[in-house]
């Protein structure tokens, strides 16, 4: 419910991360690690809920180790993969510092191993590809991985 209040809503973003709407995320996604359902809207959530200005929060709170532990414990599950590579993705969409800690949390592994279990679904290849391309820009340690 959460991704769907505050889709293209700054203001309701707003109010969902300033009320620890982030943090809560994190901690169902964390509590619940075996539910689909929720490790696939944890990772909607995260990604729509999260503006660029809340990144900083979104990590603190372990929200990256949460979007890579729910694709990693979830691998056959497109859904959860489709997610976790889109939050994935703008998180570090043109914020360098991100792309280490996605890629210290095993964000590159968890992506290439989505992708290798989907090979025939186009839109998550198209995703990891530009998820990959995204994190390697200006990060030579993230193109040997």
Not at 18 to 25: D, S, T, Y
Not at 35 to 55: H, M
Not at 82 to 108: F, H, K, M, P
Not at 117 to 132: D, I, K, P, T, W
């Amino acid at each position: 419910a959460l991704w769907s209040l505050s889709w293209k809503s700054a203001e309701r973003q707003a109010r969902i991360v300033e009320g620890g709407g982030i943090e809560a995320i994190v901690r169902g996604m964390k509590r619940h690690k075996n539910k689909i359902a929720v490790q696939k809207q944890g990772c909607l959530a995260l990604r729509s809920v999260s503006s660029r200005s809340d990144y900083a929060r979104l990590c603190n709170a372990g929200g990256i180790e949460a979007i890579v532990a729910g694709m990693g414990s979830h691998l056959a599950e497109l859904e959860v993969q489709q997610q976790g590579c889109r939050a994935l993705l703008s998180i570090t969409r043109d914020n360098a510092a991100n792309r280490v800690r996605v890629s210290e949390a095993g964000g590159i592994e968890a992506v290439v191993a989505g992708m290798g279990s989907h090979l025939g679904v186009s839109r998550l290849q198209e995703n990891g590809c530009a998820f990959l391309l995204n994190i390697t820009l200006g990060n030579a340690a993230n193109r040997v991985r």
